[in-house]
């Protein structure tokens, strides 16, 4: 497990093992655990929007595809 990023509105684990990343939107209290080749994409988009610093706006924008995965309610220990 290894936290891939951590914002104000979005956490991302990346579990090399499985292939997977898990998202949860903070704003929501919503995730997924994206697999396989879809794990792969969000984590390339992720990279190239961070790489670019990019402003909350575009951020926002970026999730809104991946939003309506975002269905399992986030429990917080």
Do not use: C
Request: aromatic fraction near 10%; hydrophobic fraction near 45%; glycine fraction near 6%.
């Amino acid at each position: 497990m290894h936290i891939m990023f951590n914002n104000p509105l979005v956490y991302v684990v990346e579990y090399s093992g499985l292939e997977a990343v898990e998202v949860i939107d903070k704003r929501v209290g919503r995730g997924a655990l994206i697999r396989d080749d879809a794990a792969k994409r969000f984590r390339e988009e992720l990279k190239e929007l961070v790489d670019h610093e990019v402003g909350p706006e575009e951020f926002e924008a970026f999730m809104v595809p991946w939003a309506a995965l975002l269905t399992q309610p986030a429990i917080y220990h």
